[in-house]
């Protein structure tokens, strides 16, 4: 195991931390689990707080200019204000729930150029350090791995991941931040749209799923791209024929923006491509395209245009965006878990 020193003001001699996590990924709105150990150094010290951050590498909006920075979505309290003695070793377990809002850092298994992990940060006397990040394995929910695997079969091939500073107008967006899925159109679309962008947002109900074409130059004036919303339960992932929705989905969305030249969807005796090995997951069960799943947020009628996707005036939030801090419930020489209710650590409901 390799520590990571605390770096000055502590001082020299001071402690070291080391982050591991479970190797199993987790899922937006799930468990982050893993183990916080700390050594002592050359002599006693007072730990004030240890404070667990969820980082990503997040680029400018489009258009928006400015390099890549980091931005911090959720940070947790673990236990603090003990004594770590001279070349003492202290371990402390950590269960704490991830944000809904979190972005996915693979598709069926398959890494994506996303930069998000988890860093400690240590508190002692009134001076802080903060230890090396920790990669973190993130795979998409039901909903977000069925659609994805549908849009592969019906010809949109990944391109590519990102994540963004900014709020998309018109939705429940809680992070300062948002991840689109670019992909390639299907042919039949290759002349009403460069790209299909996709982005979830997750909450305790559901999913907001968000699509978006890149225009071809020309086909519709400077700002107005092809947009759309659909909300989905969490109980929906497994009733759908999602191949139908998404056909449907992409299909109205194009039409609510008056381009009238749709190709023709494929016949009742067509043969749908299944995902290809390493793409976006097996081809779920065939379920009733009507067939809606309980929970808080009902699925909406499909192809219902929402106000275009944009930075809000005046909300682009800035790299050091604060997160709420998740309290620790428990006493200050407890190895215990540390745990906090769903979506805390991003100030979410």
Excluded at 43 to 56: F, G, M, Q, Y
Excluded at 168 to 176: K, N, V, W
Excluded at 236 to 256: K, L, Y
Excluded at 331 to 344: F, I, W, Y
Aim: proline share 10%; net charge neutral; aromatic share 4%.
């Amino acid at each position: 195991m390799v520590f990571t020193k605390v770096p000055a003001p502590l001082g020299r001699g001071g402690p070291s931390l080391d982050t591991t996590l479970t190797p199993k990924a987790a899922l937006p709105g799930g468990s982050l689990t893993g183990q916080l150990r700390l050594l002592g150094g050359d002599a006693d010290c007072d730990i004030d707080r240890l404070t667990l951050e969820l980082v990503a590498q997040v680029g400018a909006a489009p258009g928006a200019g400015g390099p890549a920075s980091e931005a911090v979505c959720a940070r947790f309290t673990l236990p603090g204000s003990f004594r770590l003695g001279r070349r003492e070793r202290r371990s402390l377990l950590f269960d704490v729930r991830l944000p809904w809002e979190t972005p996915v850092t693979e598709l069926s298994g398959a890494a994506l150029d996303v930069t998000l992990g988890v860093r400690a940060e240590l508190t002692a006397t009134g001076t802080r350090g903060r230890s090396d990040l920790v990669p973190l394995r993130v795979a998409p929910l039901p909903v977000q791995g069925s659609l994805l695997a549908a849009l592969d079969r019906l010809g949109f091939g990944f391109r590519s991941a990102r994540l963004e500073h900014g709020l998309i107008h018109g939705t429940s967006q809680r992070l300062p931040l948002y991840q689109v899925i670019g992909l390639a159109p299907a042919p039949r679309y290759a002349a009403v749209m460069r790209e299909l962008q996709v982005t979830f947002l997750a909450n305790p109900g559901g999913v907001e799923v968000i699509l978006e074409a890149d225009k071809p130059g020309g086909l519709f004036a400077h700002g107005h791209g092809l947009l759309n919303r659909h909300l989905v339960s969490h109980g929906d992932a497994d009733r759908r024929d999602w191949d139908a929705t998404a056909e449907v989905w992409v299909r109205q969305m194009v039409a609510s923006h008056g381009h009238h030249s749709l190709p023709a969807p494929p016949g009742p005796g067509a043969t749908r491509r299944r995902a290809r090995p390493g793409r976006q997951g097996a081809e779920p069960a065939p379920a009733p395209a009507t067939g809606h799943g309980p929970g808080p947020v009902p699925p909406t009628d499909e192809g219902v245009g929402d106000p275009a996707r944009g930075v809000a005036g005046g909300a682009q939030a800035p790299a050091n965006q604060p997160a709420v801090d998740v309290p620790y419930g428990g006493s200050s020489g407890e190895r215990g878990a540390v745990t906090a209710a769903p979506g805390e650590g991003a100030g979410q409901a």
